[in-house]
């Protein structure tokens, strides 16, 4: 059984799961201790965003220590701790592994900056002005919002420029160098060792740059909604030496077992992109943002997205599906902001929504705070510490808004911490919130874990075929098929009642408005929102 392809991935974003020293910041024994949470809920895998040493420009996506914890977050033994602590529970770990850059404050580029002749020199990716002074070529970075400000930094003691397609606090490594590989493979190694259960990789897209560093073409605005308005360019990503280092990097993890390798394979390519970095060979999974951004209340596009993702991937690559991450817009607050949404239509909504994504074939990643309905948070200027969201202000949210402390129950700092959080946490925290919703029966937080304990315990959901027919506008219905066993799910998209004019035979397996075993015989008539799994075999 390939465990990545048939159990269910769960995103922490470890600054704001849980704090457990007092600092207003979560931290490492703070997951130990909701593991028993993650256990309870019925997911698989965790995945967490980077806990190791970082001057936290860009919240740990800076690492100046591949292989040590950040202080904040603990100690290497607590890592260790949270790891044994997970497998007795059949969780897998995967963490995340940073590799297209590191923090400026990494020794190997203070090393690197110190002179050009330093042994790290060719570390990072240095070049001389242009003969008028100015940057080498026209790349602009992915923070740099519409300011459309220049990938390269001037360093006075090299008289050079560098490269960091991220914040300047994020030097991009230079692949080309041998030496440079062989640190970073040595630094999966490590982690290998210590038992961890595989890697997501960092814009893994962008290792290497177009050896002649020409100036990029803007083919496109890649994101054009308000968070990202940096522009992609053809010089750096998937390039064919960046899948050769891919093809390595699964030698690697195949040497160790089952492990998973899981790319964030960012691209304006989309669906080939992510077909590309997990053909035979290379990596297990890339998330699909085509699917994470287009998900609307438009069932037809959903449908257009998902069927063009499974004809493509086929039998040669897994698919894998997500709503939300830390860099994205919570797709509750995504669905409903244009809205005057209730409570109760909200979390028929989330329902909706984690029954799309629980069903599909492919792999899901449900981002922490998703299964209890948890939504954006307006962050005050004065509060907003994303460096994208700085320089995306005021015409854009950033990222700080995704981010918020985890909501573990109504109390003054909803039981992530007893201080004042890093972030502030949502006011909504006093019904959306884990404690409230485990005593209700009709919670987001347990419709998720029927679900769960309902795909876990069927083959058809986690291998299945999927075939969708053809359904009223704003309807979409599917059927997963394996051998004998038949699924049909059946989601309204509306906010009015819909006639389905299709009749089914079957049971209720699980309905937002239905009870499950529930006998089916005739035509569905679907209230707002509605969503069904009925069992038609
Ligand atoms: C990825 C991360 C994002 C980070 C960026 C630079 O896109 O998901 O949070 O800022 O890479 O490391």
Same mark, same amino acid.
């Given at each position: 059984?390939?465990?990545?392809?048939?159990?269910?991935?769960?995103?922490?974003? $470890?600054?704001?799961?849980?704090?457990?020293?007092?600092?207003?910041?979560?931290?490492?024994?703070?997951?130990?201790?909701?593991?028993?949470? #993650?256990?309870?809920?019925?997911?698989?895998?965790?995945?967490?965003? $980077?806990?190791?040493?970082?001057?936290?420009?860009?919240?740990?996506?800076?690492?100046?220590?591949?292989?040590?914890?950040?202080?904040?977050?603990?100690?290497?033994?607590?890592?260790?701790?949270?790891?044994?602590?997970?497998?007795?529970?059949?969780?897998?770990?995967?963490?995340?592994?940073?590799?297209?850059?590191?923090?400026?404050?990494?020794?190997?580029?203070?090393?690197?900056?110190?002179?050009?002749?330093?042994?790290?020199?060719?570390?990072?990716?240095?070049?001389?002005?242009?003969?008028?002074?100015?940057?080498?070529?026209?790349?602009? %970075?992915? @923070?740099?919002?519409?300011?459309?400000?220049?990938?390269?930094?001037?360093?006075?003691?090299?008289?050079?420029?560098?490269? %960091?397609? @991220?914040?300047?606090?994020?030097?991009?490594?230079?692949?080309?160098?041998?030496?440079?590989?062989? +640190?970073?493979?040595?630094?999966?190694?490590?982690?290998?060792?210590?038992?961890?259960?595989?890697?997501?990789?960092?814009?893994?897209?962008?290792?290497?740059?177009?050896?002649?560093?020409?100036? +990029?073409?803007?083919?496109?605005?890649?994101?054009?909604?308000?968070?990202?308005?940096?522009?992609?360019?053809?010089? @750096?990503? +998937?390039?064919?030496?960046?899948?050769?280092?891919?093809?390595?990097?699964?030698?690697?993890?195949?040497?160790?077992?089952?492990?998973?390798?899981?790319?964030?394979?960012?691209?304006?390519?989309?669906?080939?992109?992510?077909?590309?970095?997990?053909?035979?060979?290379?990596?297990?999974?890339?998330?699909?943002?085509?699917?994470?951004?287009?998900?609307?209340?438009?069932?037809?596009?959903?449908?257009?997205?998902?069927?063009?993702?499974?004809? #493509?991937?086929?039998?040669?690559?897994?698919?894998?599906?997500?709503?939300?991450?830390?860099?994205?817009?919570?797709?509750?607050?995504?669905?409903?902001?244009?809205?005057?949404?209730?409570?109760?239509?909200?979390?028929?909504?989330?329902?909706?929504?984690?029954?799309?994504?629980?069903?599909?074939?492919?792999? $899901?990643?449900?981002?922490?705070?998703?299964?209890?309905?948890?939504?954006?948070?307006?962050?005050?200027?004065?509060?907003?510490?994303?460096?994208?969201?700085?320089?995306?202000?005021?015409?854009?949210?950033?990222?700080?808004?995704?981010?918020?402390?985890?909501?573990?129950?109504?109390?003054?700092?909803?039981?992530?911490?007893?201080?004042?959080?890093?972030?502030?946490?949502? $006011?909504?925290?006093? %019904?959306?919130?884990?404690?409230?919703?485990?005593?209700?029966?009709?919670?987001?937080?347990?419709?998720?874990?029927?679900?769960?304990?309902?795909?876990?315990?069927?083959?058809?959901?986690?291998?299945?075929?999927?075939?969708?027919?053809?359904?009223?506008?704003?309807?979409?219905?599917?059927?997963?098929?394996?051998?004998?066993?038949?699924?049909?799910?059946?989601?309204?998209?509306?906010?009015?009642?819909?006639?389905?004019?299709?009749?089914?035979?079957?049971?209720?397996?699980?309905?937002?408005?239905?009870?499950?075993?529930?006998?089916?015989?005739?035509?569905?008539?679907?209230?707002?929102?509605?969503?069904?799994?009925?069992?038609?075999?």
């Amino acid at each position: 059984m390939d465990w990545w392809k048939e159990g269910v991935f769960y995103q922490i974003y $470890p600054r704001s799961f849980q704090d457990s020293n007092g600092d207003g910041i979560g931290d490492l024994k703070g997951i130990t201790y909701r593991l028993d949470y #993650l256990s309870w809920l019925g997911i698989d895998a965790i995945w967490l965003s $980077p806990f190791f040493k970082s001057p936290m420009a860009d919240f740990g996506y800076d690492i100046s220590d591949y292989t040590d914890v950040d202080p904040i977050f603990g100690k290497l033994e607590d890592f260790d701790e949270l790891l044994e602590e997970a497998h007795k529970r059949n969780i897998r770990v995967v963490i995340d592994q940073v590799y297209n850059h590191t923090s400026d404050k990494h020794p190997w580029f203070i090393e690197s900056r110190s002179s050009r002749e330093n042994p790290k020199a060719d570390w990072y990716i240095w070049k001389d002005p242009k003969p008028d002074g100015s940057p080498p070529n026209n790349w602009v %970075h992915f @923070f740099s919002g519409e300011k459309a400000e220049s990938a390269w930094e001037w360093d006075e003691k090299r008289r050079q420029y560098y490269l %960091h397609l @991220f914040a300047k606090e994020q030097p991009d490594l230079n692949w080309r160098n041998p030496e440079v590989r062989k +640190a970073v493979f040595d630094s999966m190694r490590f982690w290998l060792e210590r038992g961890v259960d595989g890697f997501r990789f960092d814009v893994a897209s962008f290792y290497y740059k177009d050896p002649e560093f020409r100036d +990029a073409v803007k083919r496109s605005q890649a994101d054009n909604s308000r968070m990202i308005y940096a522009y992609y360019w053809d010089r @750096f990503c +998937a390039r064919p030496e960046t899948i050769l280092a891919i093809e390595d990097i699964r030698k690697l993890l195949d040497s160790y077992g089952q492990k998973v390798g899981i790319g964030e394979a960012v691209s304006d390519r989309g669906q080939n992109v992510y077909l590309e970095f997990t053909l035979e060979g290379r990596l297990h999974l890339a998330f699909n943002f085509d699917f994470m951004k287009n998900v609307t209340f438009d069932a037809q596009k959903i449908r257009d997205l998902v069927e063009s993702t499974d004809k #493509l991937f086929d039998t040669r690559a897994w698919p894998c599906y997500v709503l939300g991450n830390h860099d994205y817009y919570r797709i509750l607050t995504r669905l409903t902001e244009d809205m005057e949404a209730r409570e109760g239509e909200k979390s028929l909504i989330a329902k909706l929504m984690a029954i799309l994504l629980l069903t599909l074939r492919g792999t $899901p990643f449900i981002y922490y705070g998703e299964e209890i309905g948890m939504e954006d948070m307006d962050v005050p200027y004065e509060k907003i510490v994303d460096p994208l969201g700085k320089n995306l202000w005021p015409k854009a949210k950033g990222r700080d808004v995704c981010r918020t402390p985890m909501q573990w129950d109504n109390s003054r700092y909803a039981g992530f911490s007893d201080v004042e959080p890093w972030l502030p946490i949502n $006011p909504n925290k006093l %019904h959306v919130n884990v404690a409230r919703e485990r005593e209700d029966p009709n919670s987001v937080l347990n419709f998720y874990r029927s679900l769960l304990k309902i795909r876990k315990e069927s083959l058809t959901l986690r291998m299945g075929s999927i075939e969708f027919l053809d359904s009223p506008i704003n309807t979409l219905v599917y059927v997963r098929v394996k051998d004998s066993n038949k699924l049909a799910v059946i989601l309204n998209f509306s906010g009015t009642k819909v006639a389905l004019g299709i009749y089914f035979d079957g049971s209720i397996v699980l309905g937002s408005h239905r009870k499950s075993g529930e006998k089916i015989s005739s035509e569905i008539t679907l209230e707002p929102f509605e969503s069904i799994i009925i069992d038609i075999s």
